[in-house]
């Protein structure tokens, strides 16, 4: 099971720090991503991380905003976004994958999702 | 990074047709291709993966097959349950690509 937080209202310009906890695994045997989906619009897949934290990808419209990383300690993935837009308004899902890469396994249980709302 | 194009964009089809939704990649993908389901207001769920095995609970009606760049999502008698958008995402490489989704949807 993951269970995202961190969601809400940010003004553009602003951070915000979203988590997912992970339960019901081994947390640190497996890749994770953030995947978002703009209102209305279909999904997009964000950033990935491999299991030992070491490897990271993000997509070129975020690589120098959002930060991927993991505490295996504490079963929790992050997403740190920085210098945030209008179109970074969507619903961030936190997924897990098959595998310990993300590039190579897709994802196979997902969150609930937590909300951006990037408005002033 | 590697294009993934699907078509149709949506369709419209009875209960107990069959179904074909197409994937495209832009680059050889071999068999790196999940198709994943999103029903109305729920979260994405992975149908199948390596091209062509169903992920445990699938039911025997979705399957996929292809390779390289071109794929295919067939359901073979359409339910209710089906409505739907699905979407085919690759994993060959970073990063991983979804297409712009296919609406199902019932006439």
């Known amino acids: 099971q993951l269970l995202e937080s961190g969601g809400g209202l940010v003004q553009p310009g602003g951070s915000q720090r979203l988590s997912c906890a992970a339960s019901?695994?081994?947390?640190?045997?497996?890749?994770m991503s953030w995947v978002r989906q703009a209102p209305g619009k279909g999904l997009e897949w964000v950033s990935g991380?491999?299991?030992?934290?070491?490897?990271?990808y993000s997509v070129d419209s975020v690589t120098d905003r959002f930060t991927i990383s993991r505490d295996n300690s504490k079963n929790t993935l992050y997403l740190q976004m920085n210098s945030l837009r209008a179109d970074d308004t969507a619903v961030y899902y936190c997924?897990?994958?098959?595998?310990?890469?993300?590039?190579?396994?897709?994802?196979?249980?997902w969150g609930k999702g937590t909300t951006v709302t990037v408005s002033s | 990074d590697i294009q993934m194009t699907q078509s149709p964009s949506s369709l419209s089809a009875s209960v107990g047709d069959r179904v074909t939704i197409t994937c495209r990649a832009s680059?050889?993908?071999?068999?790196?291709l999940a198709w994943y389901q999103q029903k109305p207001g729920k979260v994405p769920k992975v149908l199948i993966y390596?091209?062509?095995t169903l992920q445990s609970g699938v039911p025997s009606r979705f399957s996929g097959s292809g390779s390289g760049t071109d794929f295919t999502l067939t359901i073979t008698s359409l339910r209710p349950e089906d409505v739907a958008t699905y979407y085919c995402q690759h994993h060959n490489n970073a990063p991983p690509t979804f297409g712009q989704g296919t609406k199902v949807e019932i006439k």
């Open positions: 991380i491999s299991r030992s934290g070491v490897h990271t």
């Open positions: 680059h050889d993908i071999y068999n790196y």
């Open positions: 019901g695994f081994t947390f640190s045997n497996y890749a």
């Open positions: 390596a091209a062509s």
């Open positions: 997924a897990k994958h098959f595998g310990e890469d993300y590039y190579h396994s897709c994802m196979d249980v």
